[in-house]
T-cell receptor
């Protein structure tokens, strides 16, 4: 199984600022995923990040709001830009289980509160 | 439009009894279903899955049942243990990396 860490684990931010969330995996993976879980809601895929290419965003999510970097096969960042209280969520990164494209490992999440 | 629904936000069960968590879906293209368990301050962890070619998959105390005609799946935990207390998410996909998650059911197993 993959071990995934995220930084920060939680943060409280002011409206209009930006926060960058880091995701580190203990093994090389092709695809990394970023999810959002708003209060009382399901996990929603934000984007897929492949090393060496632009991230692929899901409907309703745009690069200007959620820029993603994927500099190598073990690391990715998600930035939440120009935050508003509606961005208060848990943000999770995940990776595919090698050989099992239907199964994903999740990081512990970053709990973001925007005031 | 919520393609995967978990209509019970919470469930309480006595230790040793059976826990049944339900999940309904609307998209007939879904062909693989998964259950994840989530403890507070942790990410979801994979629990059990089932392919649409099966109607049952068992792993120890956990069994997932799939009723394709009803577009319904359920997770049975027997016997339930206090350590099973967590939020359970069902998820579905149609052969890609993209999961559609339900909103979760919080299970509390009472000692």
């Amino acid at each position: 199984s993959a071990v995934i860490s995220q930084k920060p684990s939680r943060d409280i931010c002011q409206r209009g600022t930006s926060l960058t969330i880091q995701c580190q995996v203990d093994s090389q993976v092709t695809m990394m995923f970023w999810y959002r879980q708003q209060p009382g809601q399901s996990l929603t895929l934000i984007a897929t990040a492949n090393q060496g290419s632009e991230a692929t965003y899901e409907s309703g999510f745009v690069i200007d709001k959620f820029p993603i970097s994927r500099p190598n096969l073990t690391f990715s960042t998600l930035t939440v830009s120009n935050m508003s209280p509606e961005d208060s969520s848990i943000y999770l990164c995940s990776v595919e289980r090698s050989g099992y494209y239907n199964e994903q490992f999740f990081g512990p999440g970053t709990r973001l509160t925007v005031l | 439009d919520q393609q995967v629904k978990q209509n019970s936000p919470s469930l309480s069960v006595q230790e040793g009894r059976i826990s049944i968590l339900n999940c309904d879906y609307t998209n007939s293209m879904f062909d693989y279903f998964l259950w994840y368990k989530k403890y507070p301050a942790e990410g979801p962890t994979f629990l059990i899955s089932i392919s649409s070619i099966k109607d049952k998959n068992e792993d120890g105390r956990f069994t997932v049942f799939l009723n394709k005609s009803a577009k319904h799946l359920s997770l049975h935990i027997v016997p339930s243990q206090p350590g099973d207390s967590a939020v359970y998410f069902c998820a579905a996909n149609s052969g890609t990396y993209k999961y559609i998650f339900g909103t979760g059911t919080r299970l509390k197993v009472l000692a």
